[in-house]
């Protein structure tokens, strides 16, 4: 089988996403999502994100045969995220998928998140070289991975010890009264405003931490300095300068995650580092992470912002490599992990 028809489902988090990719091409990617469910909490409430799956799981599977112009019929695999993610958010697609595999008798494949953010890029840039580093930031991951083989060989080199990176901007946002979720709107405001006005601290870049948490992130004091610096503004009774503040945080987030990225591809030895994950559309990230990239002689990869936010067409993308590699499928017996190590790229 050599373009195998892949359908994958992805319910880690608050996206219901089926995506079907032929090989390496993507034919559609249907995304249901309950954000605006979230929205008044200020943050991805579960049970919520659960019901929200059950509810558009099967409209969303049709949606994306519909568009792609396939039948079920002439799936091949089903590919599923099995992990990390919210619990019960995951068993609804593992559940699917199982079902769906089932009732079509093709292999199952149940397959690691963060891997599959990896994975995703093959549909618009073509092969990963092997190896590529990967640096993945969203609202629930912060990762630096060294990836010989996005299909079974993914070795952490460092992540976030505290907050990840888009849960950061998430909360400094709410500090500086801007919608959830929160990224978004910092990117934009911060435009407006001076990058250098406020020295806010860079994590675990210490001397001290490079040796200790050389390649680890750490976000939850910079967010607290953020919140006390608008609060001493606010007993000063001065009016904040929201601008400033938002892209004094931002430059401090984004310089942190590309020179410690840039570093490791040089001491590894990796020519290529690809940007997954929501933050990935953030323009200030993109931009400071071409410019050092380009003068360490690293090659930039970064899906689009539609490919880069949680979406079903990651995990096709990976289950179709993983049968053109000739992997061997999971079981029927396939759990859900939410706290499924990255190296574990297939349950
Ligand atoms: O990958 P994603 O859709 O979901 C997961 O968290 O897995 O990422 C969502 C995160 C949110 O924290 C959101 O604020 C952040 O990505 N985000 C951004 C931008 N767009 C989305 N952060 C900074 N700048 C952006 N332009
Ligand atoms: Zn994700």
Redesign the pocket.
């Known amino acids: 089988m050599s373009e195998p028809l892949v359908l994958g489902i992805e319910t ?2 608050d ?1 219901t996403g089926v995506g079907l990719v032929r090989g390496r091409t993507l034919l559609f990617d249907a995304i249901a999502s309950s954000v605006d469910q979230h929205a008044r909490f200020g943050g991805v409430v579960p049970e919520v994100a659960s019901r929200a799956h059950l509810e558009a799981m099967v409209p969303t599977v049709e949606r994306a045969c519909r568009e792609a112009g396939v039948s079920l019929d002439d799936v091949d695999a089903v590919s599923v995220t099995a992990g990390p993610g919210l619990a019960g958010a995951l068993l609804v697609g593992v559940a699917a998928a199982k079902a769906l595999a089932l009732g079509l008798g093709v292999p199952l494949y149940g397959v690691n998140h963060l891997a599959a953010h990896v994975a995703v890029d093959v549909v618009e840039h073509g092969p990963l070289p092997e190896p590529t580093m990967g640096l993945l930031v ?4 912060s990762n630096l991975l060294l990836v010989p083989d996005v299909t079974h060989d993914i070795r952490s080199l460092g992540a976030t010890i505290d907050d ?1 990176a ?2 950061a ?2 909360k400094v946002a709410r500090v500086l009264g801007l919608p959830f ?4 709107h ?2 934009r405001v911060a435009r407006e405003g001076d990058k250098v006005a406020i020295d806010f601290p860079r994590g675990l870049t210490s001397g001290r931490d490079m040796q200790r948490h050389r390649f680890d992130y750490s976000f939850s004091g910079l967010k607290t300095a953020v919140a006390r610096w608008v609060q001493a503004c606010a007993d000063a009774g001065e009016p904040v300068p929201v601008a400033d503040v938002a892209a004094s945080f931002q430059e401090a987030v984004v310089d942190v995650l590309t020179r410690k990225a840039v570093l490791a591809c040089a001491e590894h030895g990796v020519e290529d580092l690809l940007i997954g ?3 990935a ?3 200030r ?1 993109r931009a400071l992470a071409q410019e050092r990239c380009d003068a360490a002689g690293v090659r930039l990869r970064v899906p689009r912002p539609g490919l ?3 979406n079903g067409a990651m995990v096709a993308a990976l289950g179709a490599q993983m049968v053109m590699r000739g992997r061997p499928p999971s079981g029927l017996d396939l759990p859900a992990d939410s706290s499924q190590p990255v190296e574990q790229v297939r349950s």
């Open positions: 880690s988090c996206e969203s609202g629930g991951h990840a888009g849960e901007f998430d979720p929160g990224g978004p910092i990117d994950g929501g933050v559309a953030n323009s990230l880069c936010t949680d």
